[in-house]
């Protein structure tokens, strides 16, 4: 099975790509030549999710080149509760929003680290949860209009800790802390936090749609 990942973020196409089962062959948006911006316009996890799995798949009906099963996107959010959810649908981009600077990647994600700490520096409450959405677009199934279109989603519930903890993940894994785990995601190794992320759970009912 060839399914896109409407996603050319190296991180989480490797996460991704680990995480899924033999047999689901998972393109990014490189490996189909899809070169455009996608501008994330929703009010939610889940608006931005379709939006991208739509616009790739739109795109697969002109120019599609290859034989694919199905286009999915997903849009994660981190929800800090002391802060009434934010960052939210803003995750990738906070520091951004406030700065009005764009960075690199990797000084984007210490950016929005360094925020979050700053935002719980007086907060008791550190409680928060990040979530994955993902929608899929079943190419044999779905016509122009009245797209056929199946979302799934993922949570996994934490702390922010008080300093950044471990090296490895990305975005804000040095600064979560899983429920039942003394360690952060950047202190875990990968096959840990494969099995118990936000995009895992997500993933593993997405794979329960595939198998239907």
Known sequence: MNLVFASNNAHKLAEVR????????????KDIGFESEIEETGSTLAENSLIKAK????????????????????????????LNGEPGVYTARWAEL??????????TYAANRAKALRELADKVDRGCQFK?????????????????????????????????????????????KPE??????????SEVKNNISHRARALEELV?????
């Open 18 to 29: 680990e995480i899924m089962p033999a047999g689901i062959n998972v393109l990014s948006l």
């Open 55 to 82: 616009a790739v798949y739109d795109w697969l009906l002109v120019n599609g080149r290859l034989v694919i099963d199905g286009v999915f996107a997903d849009d994660t959010g981190l929800e800090i509760d002391a």
């Open 208 to 212: 329960k749609v595939l198998e239907c």
């Open 180 to 189: 039942g785990y003394d360690k952060t995601f950047g202190e875990l190794p």
């Open 98 to 107: 406030e700065t009005g600077v764009h960075l690199p990647e990797m000084e």
């Open 132 to 176: 994955t959405v993902i929608t899929l677009i079943r190419c044999t199934e779905v016509g122009i209009e009245g797209q056929k279109r199946i979302q799934v989603e993922g949570v996994v519930r934490g702390v922010m800790t008080e300093e950044e903890r471990g090296t490895s993940g990305f975005g804000y894994d040095a600064i979560f």
